[in-house]
């Protein structure tokens, strides 16, 4: 007799089977729930990397709801993609070459990364590997001055991340134009003159990343960008590029 459950199981592989097709990634809405069964015994880690400890195990068809993702699918299951997921009362991490979801993975919003690797791709031994790097980046996002009072420039300061030696505060123009302010500490100076010359309501973020280079593309980010807060700023277009009226 087919029970219920093996019923459920049946149907639900069977939406699954289709979503690990990569195709054109559309990012799952925030209240959409993702599911996803284990297709053999999975260990559950503390981060998304092989290199975080283990602190469960689920088995083989085991039903768990996907919070995020980190990492992306580029043809095949290369040990860089993992699942965030309920567990207990928290979340965890599995690999997600061992997960059927309901939505194709690079569909799944992005809620952390892979960590850093250096030149032998091992991951520098500055990090506190015991819990989630990323859930140790906590603490509060503060700015000051104004441009439109004409101060030259907003002061930002950001929690810093055991492990991280440089940071970067972005500032996201109205129409999504950015600009860089980095710095070594928790503390980033956003200047006027290096912004667009676009005015209105600028959103800031900040990431933390690890580099052994004085290059900039040579950086590894660490966590996902957090949004600080925001500023207003003027329109500083200049004559010579505002549109002539006839």
Do not use: H
């Not at 699942?83 to 997960?99: E, H, K, N, P, T």
């Not at 302010?181 to 912004?195: K, M």
């Not at 580099?211 to 949004?227: A, D, F, H, I, K």
């Amino acid at each position: 007799m087919i029970t219920l459950r093996k019923l459920v199981l049946g149907l639900l592989c069977v939406l699954l089977a289709a979503a690990v097709i990569p195709g054109r990634p559309v990012i799952a809405q925030d209240g959409d729930v993702i599911y996803g069964i284990t297709i053999e015994t999975t260990d559950v880690r503390a981060g998304p990397d092989f290199i975080y400890p283990v602190i469960g195990q689920l088995p083989l068809n085991a039903s768990v709801v996907v919070k995020g993702r980190a990492g992306d699918f580029f043809r095949t299951w290369d040990g860089r993609q993992w699942l965030q997921i309920d567990y207990g009362s928290s979340f965890a991490w599995v690999y997600a070459r061992l997960v059927r979801t309901s939505e194709a993975f690079n569909s799944i919003k992005p809620t952390g990364m892979i960590l850093p690797r250096d030149a032998n791709g091992r991951v520098p031994e500055v990090f506190d590997l015991t819990s989630n790097v990323c859930d140790q980046w906590q603490g509060g996002f503060t700015q000051a001055g104004n441009f439109m009072a004409g101060d030259p420039i907003i002061t930002v300061t950001y929690p810093t991340l055991l492990g991280a030696n440089m940071y970067s505060a972005i500032a996201i123009s109205p129409s999504g134009n950015r600009a860089a302010f980095d710095s070594e500490t928790g503390v980033a100076e956003i200047q006027l003159d290096l912004l667009p010359w676009e005015g209105g309501t600028y959103t800031w973020r900040v990431a933390p990343y690890w580099t052994n280079t004085s290059y900039r593309y040579g950086w590894q980010q660490v966590c996902l960008l957090r949004t600080g807060g925001t500023f207003e700023k003027p329109d500083t277009t200049p004559e010579w590029a505002k549109p002539k009226s006839e």
